[in-house]
C-alpha cells in the first residue's frame, strides 16, 4: 500500500515538473522571438554605423597587406600609422568613391602628400603622389568624372579624369587658369582635424 502511494505521489511530481519545464520552454522561446525581431529591426542610423566600420577595416587591410610593403611597415613608428578617409561620388553612379589621407610623415615631402582614392570595393582608382589639402571637387563633369583641383607649387593644377585614372602627380599637370569653382566639394579642409582619425 505504501508503495502505491509512493508510485502515485512520484507520478504527480513528475507531472508538475513536466508542466512548469514547458511553461519555462514557451517563456523562453517568446522572449528569443522577441529578442530576434528586435534584432531584425535595424535603424538606418545604426546600419551606417555598421557600414562606415566594415569600411574603415577594409581600407586598413588595404593598406597593410596590399598598399605598403613589409619594409614600409617597419619604418614607419606605430604612433604615425594615421589615416583618414573622406567619401564623394566623382561619377555619378550613386556609389562614394573612397579618398585615404595618411597622416604621417612617412608619406609626405616637400610637394605634398599621398593621398589613394579607392572604388567602393577598395579597389584603387589614382594613388596620388606629392598632392595637397584640401581638394576641391569640381561639380562640373569631364569624361563621366567631377574634375579635382589641388595646388602644387603655388598654383592650381585640375586633375581630370581619363583611361581609368586621374594623374597621379599634380606637379606634372599643367597650370590651370582657373581655380575651384563655388559650390565645389572640399575634402580634407580646414575642418580636417575634426575628421576622423584611424590607426593601420
Known sequence: MKIRKMT??????????????NQDSKKNATETDK?????????????????????????????????LTEADLRAIPEDQRKFQIEQLDLNDDGKKEVFVNFMSPYFCGTGGCSIVLLNKQIEPITKFTVTRTPLYIERSMENGWRPILTQSEGKWRKLIYKDGSYPSNPSVVEVSKNGPSEGSDILFGDDKNELETYNF
Open 8 to 21: 502515485i505521489i512520484m507520478i504527480f511530481v513528475g507531472l508538475a515538473f513536466s508542466s512548469c519545464k
Open 35 to 67: 529578442i530576434e525581431s528586435a534584432e531584425a529591426v535595424i535603424t538606418p542610423e545604426f546600419e551606417n554605423e555598421i557600414n562606415d566600420a566594415q569600411l574603415v577595416a577594409t581600407v586598413k587591410d588595404y593598406i597593410t597587406t596590399t598598399y
